[in-house]
């Protein structure tokens, strides 16, 4: 019995089973398909963060290669620009 509000347990059945009791049988399990949905966004999820995880893997190979390609220009020029090495 759905009630749009809460009701006491004695004021409900008189006191004839506790609270607990009702408590237990009002409990409704999760189905199935809920429980297989929930396993399915873990999934979807984590094969989310792998993805992830191995794009940024390679957006962080090629910066690490255009950083280094950066700095050896720009020593380069500072080198070319105070009149060549010492």
Same mark, same amino acid.
């Given at each position: 019995?759905?009630?749009?509000w809460?009701?006491a347990?004695?004021?409900? &059945?008189?006191?004839?089973? #506790?609270?607990? %009791?009702?408590?237990? /049988?009002g409990?409704? !399990?999760?189905?199935?398909?809920? $429980? ?6 873990? &999934?979807?999820?984590?094969? #989310?963060?792998? %993805?992830?995880?191995? /794009?940024?893997?390679? !957006?962080?190979?090629?910066?690490? $290669? ?21």
């Open positions: 019995m759905k009630m749009p809460a009701i347990g004695r004021q409900r &059945n008189g006191g004839l089973v #506790g609270g607990r %009791e009702l408590a237990v /049988l409990v409704e !399990f999760p189905d199935e398909d809920f $429980v297989e949905a929930q396993v399915d966004v873990q &999934n979807v999820s984590t094969r #989310g963060i792998d %993805e992830h995880d191995r /794009l940024q893997a390679r !957006f962080d190979r090629i910066e690490a $290669v255009n950083f280094q390609s950066r700095m050896m220009r720009l020593l380069n020029d500072r080198i070319k620009i105070s009149g060549g090495a010492r």
